[in-house]
């Protein structure tokens, strides 16, 4: 063998090498992004588990601070609705569950749906929540029910 096809080969079978070398890594690196993936999927499955059950509780903690809203504060039964909302409160805040704040804060599509709008002679009140028609609750940062609101709007 010529001393020139000695060395064509070596450098084939050089790119060769290198050539595996490099699917290899694609293959390596690809895997470990799928075990990211899996990771982050398993992840947020546990984190949002107990949607459907906490979908179930949440329009009755919304109907015991109504009910609170029009009772009188001067009944003992009364404190113990209270206490049993802030049991209940803590229950949800425990599970990731937070109340979308919404009152004179900027409008934002994306946690609140408007469903009236109110008229205001003030220019920097327009585009602000006016009131909160029904709370609105995120379950670990993610919207699970957006919150139902009344917008100012400027007419001069």
């Known amino acids: 063998m010529s001393e020139k096809k000695a ?21 390596l690196a690809d895997y470990q992004n799928l075990l ?6 398993k992840s947020d499955f546990a984190k949002y588990a107990n949607q459907d ?10 109907h015991l601070k109504m009910s609170l809203a029009h009772a009188a504060a001067t009944d003992q039964w009364l404190e113990g609705v209270k ?10 805040t425990d599970n990731g569950v937070e109340q979308i704040e919404t009152v004179g804060k900027k409008f934002d ?5 408007a469903v009236e709008s109110e008229d205001t002679e003030e220019m920097d009140k327009d ?24 917008v100012y709007k400027f007419t001069p």
């Open 36 to 41: 990211k993936q899996t990771a982050r999927e």
């Open 127 to 150: 585009g602000l929540v006016a009131k909160e028609l029904k709370a609105g609750y995120s379950l670990n940062g993610k919207v699970i029910i957006p919150a139902r609101v009344a």
């Open 109 to 113: 599509h994306n946690l609140m749906d």
């Open 53 to 62: 059950l906490l979908m179930g509780l949440l329009p009755i903690y919304d």
């Open 7 to 27: 060395k064509l080969e070596v450098g084939e079978n050089d790119n060769k090498i290198i050539e595996l070398e490099n699917k290899y890594m694609r293959a």
């Open 83 to 92: 206490h049993v909302l802030n049991q209940f409160k803590k229950v949800l």
